[in-house]
């Protein structure tokens, strides 16, 4: 196993038997979803894993080990409003370009590198204790995590999630690109307040 490859990628590659590929400058989530910059990382190419549901962060691909930032595809993803929201995803976020992801899944949006993560069809959250704002009309949980912020739609089922590195601060500046697909997702009534 890579050092870079997180504890839940790390057992579910095992249990598939399948062969890791060494990676730098990897951001890699702990068990509870905060980014953490893996040991020993470098810099230059990067590559990322991401195990779906706990691991939400991806990198680039190093050579054939993978075709692009690997990322979890939601459980509710071929939910059809995240269907109907897949169809709104920005072409940019700022001035950051799409990169490929891995799997390919319309649910799933990567730009930049580090990478600003889209994930239609995560869990509605319930009333929490996390920050929350409105942005242009869609209210958003705001967690921080050690590595930046993981943005999750509030009162909208299935939910939207957007992870912004830190090196994209103030993060929640990113969030307007997203109101498009985000209010294609079935309002539920809760609001920030």
Known sequence: MAATDGPVQQVRDRDRGVATCPMRSARVTDHRGRIRRARGAGRGPVARRAAA??????ALALGACSSGVSVGVPELAGNPACVAASRHWP???????PVATSPESAAVRAWGDPAVVARCGVATPGPSTDGCLTVNGVDWLATPLSDGTKFVTYGRTPALEVLVPKDYAPEGSRLPVFTDAATELPATGRHCS
């Open 53 to 58: 549901g706990v691991v939400t962060a991806g």
């Open 91 to 97: 072409t940019d976020v700022s001035t950051l370009r």
